[in-house]
């Protein structure tokens, strides 16, 4: 939708609101994949992820009134996906089948965008994207969850912090003591 | 500066938030300690393959199921505003659609007696609320209780004869 390209999150909101429903559509248009990535690393499930995404989007939907243009969109709806993450993490772990060995990776096919490599860089990098995903998966939440929004999704440090909630030194200090922990895991792995 | 500090500091130096002064002392320290060196080679490495992780995308049905759950949603949401309706909750509201109720229920009777008076019934079938058939209920159940009061009389004289029989029959087998 090249006139949808024009308008900033914040103009697509605000529209929607006003009752455009098309610019609700360019907001999944635009969200949809990013939001997946950070839900996928972090749950580690690509069914479940789809999943959360769809509520995600149900949730702007119907709670659409509630954004205030006082934070940036991306924060808000990063927001609502990061919770709802967190609740599906909690409630597997209630329920006991989280386990590190079921992976995301070898379920159920899901789409990779395409990039330009080599037979040999595509194998490598396939083992080495297991290894990461794994040690991802390995980490403690907080670390997780902050390791993927800058590194993997690379927000802004302000955004992170205000995505969860937390200040802004914490967070520089919690990606660098994530950025240590996934070191040693990769280690371990390869070991 | 010691490994822990450099360590701890590495975020901040690459991100060029340090002074210039711990970035003096930092970049010293790395020159000076292989082990130290060699980790902010194995940091950087961690950094790259984050970033270089394959990107996932939505199946191609997304947006067909997020449309169609949309759709079930505004149905959910009609249905509990009718709810709402019919059973509301505050007990004003309720009390008015109970009377609301109330009134229906008497209009309707009200209009069926009204109607069927009007339209006499059908062939064969008494139309219970027309006058004429009250009536004729009321003459024909009076000439019923006329038929039981003559039927009680017919009894009575009988038996006044049956006791006169038997009176004369007494008196002649007192007299053998």
């Not at chain 1, 609700?24 to 990013?34: A, L, Q, S």
């Not at chain 1, 939001?35 to 119907?62: A, M, P």
């Not at chain 1, 009134?65 to 597997?92: C, M, Q």
């Not at chain 2, 938030?17 to 711990?22: A, I, M, P, Q, R």
Request: proline share 2%.
């Amino acid at each position: 939708m090249s006139e949808g390209n024009k308008y900033t999150d914040e103009d697509l909101i605000a529209r929607f609101q006003n009752g455009d429903e098309y610019a609700f559509d360019e907001i999944v248009n635009r969200y949809k994949d990013r939001l997946l990535n950070f839900v996928f690393r972090f749950i580690g499930q690509i069914d479940e992820s789809e999943d959360i995404v769809q509520d995600t989007f149900l949730k702007v939907y119907k709670n659409k009134n509630s954004y205030e243009n006082i934070a940036r969109f991306s924060t808000w709806i990063y927001t609502i996906a990061g919770n709802l993450a967190k609740t599906e993490l909690r409630k597997r772990k209630r329920r006991r089948i989280f386990s590190i060995s079921k992976m995301g990776i070898d379920d159920k096919e899901f789409e990779l965008s395409s990039t330009a490599r080599t037979p040999e860089e595509n194998t490598e990098s396939i083992f080495n994207e297991k290894i990461i995903h794994n040690a991802i998966q390995k980490l403690p939440d907080k670390f997780r969850t902050v390791i993927i929004l800058r590194d993997i999704q690379e927000l802004s440090y302000d955004e992170i912090s205000k995505i969860i909630g937390v200040p802004l030194g914490t967070i520089k200090s919690r990606v660098n003591r994530a950025r240590l922990k996934l070191r040693e895991l990769l280690k371990d792995f390869k070991n | 500066m010691y490994c822990n500090d450099f360590r701890n500091n590495l975020t901040s130096y690459l991100e060029n938030e340090l002074s210039t002064e711990e970035k003096k002392a930092t970049l010293a320290h790395e020159e000076s300690c292989v082990e130290c060196s060699s980790f902010k080679k194995e940091y950087l490495e961690v950094i790259g393959s984050l970033s270089k992780l394959a990107k996932v995308r939505t199946s191609p049905n997304f947006e067909k199921i997020l449309h169609q759950k949309l759709e079930d949603l505004s149905q959910e949401s009609l249905i509990n505003k009718i709810g709402e309706f019919l059973v509301p909750s505050s007990i004003g509201v309720r009390t008015a659609a109970v009377g609301f109720v109330a009134l229906l229920l008497v209009l309707s009777g009200s209009y069926l007696f009204y109607n069927s008076s009007f339209s006499g019934g059908g062939e064969g079938m008494p139309v219970l609320s027309s006058p004429s058939f009250i009536e004729k209920k009321v003459v024909e159940s009076s000439s019923e209780t006329k038929a039981e009061d003559e039927d009680e009389k017919s009894a009575e004289s009988e038996k006044t004869d049956e006791e006169e029989e038997m009176n004369s029959a007494e008196t002649e087998f007192n007299k053998k």
